[in-house]
Nanobody, 122 residues
Framework: QVQLVESGGGLVQAGGSLRLSCADS????????MGWFRQAPGKEREFVAAISWSGDSIYYADSVKGRFTISRDNAKNTVYLQMNSLKLEDTAVYYC???????????????WGQGTQVTVSS
């Protein structure tokens, strides 16, 4: 069983920064990657960023490239999403996820956290 718990969300003004954390408990054997996704009201959930379990590969959605940074601390079993230069359109519930299936890092994740709300105000 894998449990993922996100934290760090909140209210921030446009142009500000937040750092999300995802505390991870459970098996890491055969895990391929960790990812962050988000879902805005009335929209489908979308990919934000992913990092391979080895840390060698990192992927970002075009909409966040250059502003967001994904990272891992294996000793703390935690994945982070540093979000800078936040925009109104970044407002969403952010989820972290663990991937065990092979294939694209942009989808097919197996375990999900409960989400943390990020609200960007003008």
């Amino acid at each position: 069983q894998v449990q993922l718990v996100e934290s760090g969300g909140g209210l921030v003004q446009a142009g500000g920064s937040l750092r999300l954390s995802c505390a991870d408990s459970g098996r890491t054997f055969s895990r391929i990657a960790m990812g962050w996704f988000r879902q805005a009201p009335g929209k489908e959930r979308e990919f934000v960023a992913a990092i391979s379990w080895s840390g060698d590969s990192i992927y970002y959605a075009d909409s966040v490239k250059g502003r967001f940074t994904i990272s891992r601390d294996n000793a703390k079993n935690t994945v982070y999403l540093q979000m800078n230069s936040l925009k109104l359109e970044d407002t969403a519930v952010y989820y972290c996820a663990a991937k065990y299936k092979s294939g694209s890092y942009y989808y097919s994740y197996d375990y999900w956290g409960q989400g943390t709300q990020v609200t960007v105000s003008s």
